[in-house]
């Protein structure tokens, strides 16, 4: 129950805020706008009516004091204002309501000049535009994954160069040590060199596959 409340209150924010692109104004502010004219209105006639009242009880009676109409009169009309303030703010409540649901209510086949164009526009261009949204996000995804791959292979491959530069290395420094040392021709005794290195590999793997293995602590 409380979630239906929420959404009937949601929905009637959304068509005030409507309401109030239409007009301009909202219906509470034009019954302010009201009341603050009437109060406005109603305090100018008050203190003409005072000074009316005034001036005719003095020239009734001269001996009277003039402050003291005036006292009395100010009273008087403060009575009157306060009574016709209550008589008004009741008479307001009912006529925002009716303004609310006779005057300032749009109904639904009516739109901003803003929101017409929409109205003009079938049904199938929407289901078009929708359907080149959702092909131009699939490519986007597609992009993404397909960049994905593009910097893993490229990590990939840099990996592989960095092995490349490291056996290029060696190799330098392995043909400067063989010439230093005055050990005849590097590249026709390379392959030999090559075959014995990997001898020894095997041999270190037998060695460390012979070599007791330490218990476990």
Not at 58 to 67: P, S
Not at 167 to 188: C, H, M, P, Y
Request: negative net charge.
């Amino acid at each position: 129950m409380s979630i239906l409340a929420t959404g009937e209150e949601n929905m009637n924010n959304i068509s005030n805020l409507y309401e109030a692109q239409f007009f301009g104004f909202t219906p509470q502010t034009c019954m302010f706008r009201i009341y603050s004219a009437f109060q406005d209105c109603l305090c100018g006639i008050l203190l003409v009516v005072e000074k009316v009242c005034v001036r005719k009880l003095k020239k009734r009676d001269k001996t009277q004091d003039e402050d003291l109409l005036q006292s009395k009169a100010r009273e008087c009309s403060q009575e009157l204002y306060g009574f016709l303030e209550q008589r008004f703010q009741s008479f307001s409540k009912r006529m925002d309501a009716l303004l609310v649901d006779k005057c300032f209510s749009i109904p639904p086949n009516v739109l901003l000049p803003g929101d017409k164009p929409h109205r003009k526009s079938p049904r199938d261009d929407l289901m078009r535009v929708e359907s080149s949204l959702a092909a131009l996000q699939s490519a986007h995804q597609a992009e993404l994954c397909a960049r994905q791959e593009l910097l893993a292979e490229l990590e990939e491959q840099r990996e592989v160069r960095e092995q490349l530069d490291g056996i290029l290395r060696w190799v330098g420094e392995l043909q400067t040590a063989w010439l230093k040392e005055g050990l005849g021709s590097f590249n026709e005794n390379f392959p030999q060199v090559m075959e014995s290195v990997k001898k020894l590999q095997v041999n270190v793997a037998e060695i460390c596959d012979k070599r007791p293995k330490e218990p476990d602590s």
